[in-house]
């Protein structure tokens, strides 16, 4: 039979296992792989109950831990250890020369030795396991304040990381804003460039009534020129021609008279025309200016806003390393754009030379 010296397995024990029981099993997992008959697997868990755990083995206990063959093996086979146990136990000296009392004597002595010597390794093993536990026990609070004090930083790191996607999401706003403001002012600028066309345009087609109107008039003005000398021709004529020449002048003042009329109600509806145009183009600039205004406001809180950012990422940088700090607030810069407004454009009316008051004062030279 091979029993195993508790002095020779002290460093098989490893020290992270976690109890007696869970190494127990493992071995007589083992053993039951290394020992396949019966007797010899009961002799060798004897042996590693007795010398390698320190505990008592019994026939029940071995039977519950084996659970092989009868209840009559374990009894058989512990009784044998039992008996081999004490017959190695005793230390026999053998010499020629001494005495039988002696040589007892010095057996016993021997043997006093040796179990004494037994239970000091034991003493020293359970101080072993116990210190291996204290040891055990204290990793394990390292552990769990190593994972406490993780959970603290990954908490920590997710409420940093939460802060910088809702600085990021703020941010693609304050750029979805400032696009839309850009848009906005585009669309204003090209309205302004457009009701600036319809404005030159209408002035040029003003332009042209107020000629169209000088000619009339120029035109006018002739005729009555004209009328005027045949006047001072039919003058010269007979008496009898007078009367008839005052009624071709009383027709043709008729004629002049409509005549101005109309050109003062041409001249009326183009200065309504002119004032119109005038209030459109006010309106025009007022709305340009309003919405100039909000442009204002949106750039003034995107810069501050920007600000506001650049800020908490310096901030965030300074915590974590100057180096980084550097390459935030570098990062954090952005120009802003300079608002620069359109001169107000006014529109002139010239007004146009009326001769009403010369027409009338032909009509009763002519009178």
């Known amino acids: 039979?091979?029993?195993?010296?508790?002095?020779?397995?002290?460093?098989?024990?490893?020290p992270d296992m976690p109890s007696d029981d869970a190494r127990l099993a493992a071995d007589i997992d083992r053993l039951k792989a290394e020992f396949p008959k019966t007797r010899e697997l009961y002799r060798e868990v004897c042996a590693l109950l007795f010398f390698r755990y320190g505990q008592t083995p019994t026939a029940n206990r071995l039977y519950q831990l084996v659970k092989r063959g009868s209840m009559g093996t374990p009894a058989a086979v512990l009784g044998e250890f039992w008996a081999e146990l004490r017959d190695k136990s005793r230390v026999?000296?053998?010499?020629?020369?001494?005495?039988?009392d002696l040589r007892d004597a010095a057996g016993e002595l021997v043997a006093t030795l040796w179990?004494?010597?037994?239970a000091?390794?034991?003493?020293?093993?359970?101080a072993l396991r116990a210190e291996v536990e204290g040891q055990r026990a204290e990793a394990e609070l390292r552990v769990v304040a190593a994972r406490d004090e993780l959970a603290r930083t990954e908490t920590a790191l997710e409420r940093r990381t939460a802060a910088l996607l809702a600085a990021q999401v703020e941010v693609r706003e304050l750029e979805k804003a400032q696009a839309e403001?850009?848009?906005?002012?585009q669309a204003l600028e090209a309205e302004l460039v457009r009701l600036k066309s319809e404005v030159a345009a209408r002035d040029r087609e003003l332009d042209k009534v107020r000629e169209g109107f000088s000619r009339d008039l120029e035109k006018l003005?002739?005729?009555a020129e004209r009328a005027e000398e045949r006047l001072r021709a039919t003058e010269k004529r007979a008496l009898l021609e007078i009367d008839r020449e005052r009624g071709a002048v009383a027709k043709l003042q008729k004629e002049i008279d409509e005549a101005t009329k109309r050109a003062d109600r041409r001249e009326a509806e183009q200065r309504r025309a002119v004032e119109a145009?005038?209030?459109?183009l006010g309106d025009a600039r007022h709305q340009a200016g309003v919405l100039q205004g909000r442009l204002d406001a949106v750039q003034a809180t995107n810069a501050t806003l920007q600000d506001q950012l650049a800020e908490q990422r310096r901030a965030d940088a300074d915590r974590s390393?100057?180096?980084?700090?550097?390459?935030?607030?570098?990062?954090?810069?952005?120009?802003?754009p300079a608002r620069t407004p359109g001169p107000a454009r006014k529109v002139a009316v010239a007004s146009a030379p009326s001769g009403k008051t010369a027409a009338r004062r032909k009509k009763r030279g002519q009178a």
């Open 181 to 185: 403001g850009h848009a906005a002012r």
């Open 321 to 336: 390393s100057p180096a980084r700090a550097k390459s935030a607030i570098s990062r954090s810069t952005a120009a802003r």
């Open 92 to 100: 026999r000296i053998e010499h020629p020369d001494l005495p039988a």
């Open 1 to 14: 039979m091979n029993f195993h010296p508790m002095s020779g397995d002290l460093s098989a024990i490893p």
């Open 277 to 280: 145009l005038q209030a459109q």
């Open 221 to 223: 003005r002739e005729t």
């Open 115 to 118: 179990t004494r010597a037994t």
């Open 120 to 126: 000091s390794a034991q003493a020293e093993l359970d």
